[in-house]
């Protein structure tokens, strides 16, 4: 039916490792994007954190520095 001189087990073979190599790149990827996803919202927390100590402390000074 297949000859084997025709070079189809080669090819198939070829064509398996290249799947596998491509699903591995795609779970990698996948990683990478859920890091992305936590690391940008550590970074919104911080950022937000942030912001409301400088403002509390900046109403703080504002607040001794112009009371009566």
Do not use: C, Q
């Not at 198939?12 to 940008?40: Q, S, Y």
């Amino acid at each position: 039916m297949h000859d084997p001189g025709n070079g189809w087990p080669e090819y198939r073979r070829f064509v398996v490792t290249e799947l596998k190599r491509i699903a591995a790149i795609e779970r990698d990827v996948k990683h990478i994007r859920l890091d992305m996803a936590v690391l940008r919202t550590k970074m919104y927390v911080a950022s937000a954190t942030a912001a409301l100590f400088f403002s509390g402390l900046l109403t703080a000074i504002f607040h001794v520095l112009w009371s009566d």
